[in-house]
């Protein structure tokens, strides 16, 4: 005659239930990091250029463009009269004034520069967008 000992038996079952835990505890665990991996990915590439580029092109487009005119604008001359023409106020030739009309240049150009790089890269992006947006379709 066997006898089947209640303890036994519970200690087999408990046995059993901390393993299905244990595996349930490392799966959890594992989902976990899997999501912190995904949010600090998120986060990583939210703070990139190229992902707002690549989410808002045409956006980024047009603000560069309002922003590079406000720029120009601010770096002008005075305006007056109805042609629109500009005047500079004459200024003695001293080594601070001719420094003060080179950099002037100096960011005139670099503005330029980087107006123009900015378009660029943006309807490159805005090409690319396009494109896959083509071969999807089609």
């Known amino acids: 005659m066997e006898t089947n000992n209640p303890k036994s038996r519970d200690i087999k079952e408990l046995k059993v239930r ?3 835990l244990k595996q349930e505890m490392e799966q959890i665990q594992a989902d976990i990091e899997s999501s912190l991996k995904d ?3 998120s986060v990583v590439d939210r703070t990139r250029i190229r992902f707002w580029v690549e989410k808002y092109p045409l956006q980024l487009l047009g603000s560069a463009l309002i922003v590079g005119f406000i720029l120009a604008r601010k770096g002008g001359g005075k305006t007056t ?3 629109n ?3 500079k106020a004459e ?3 001293t080594a601070e004034s001719s420094r003060s009309s080179f950099t002037s240049l100096l960011m005139d150009e670099l503005k330029k ?3 123009q790089r900015a378009v660029r890269f943006l309807m490159q992006r ?3 967008a396009l494109d896959e947006r083509k071969s999807k379709e089609g």
Do not use: C, N, Y
């Open 85 to 87: 023409t500009t005047i």
């Open 126 to 128: 805005l090409e690319e």
């Open 18 to 20: 901390k393993i299905a």
């Open 81 to 83: 009269g109805t042609d």
């Open 113 to 115: 520069m980087a107006s």
């Open 39 to 41: 949010v600090r990915h």
């Open 91 to 93: 200024a003695p030739a």
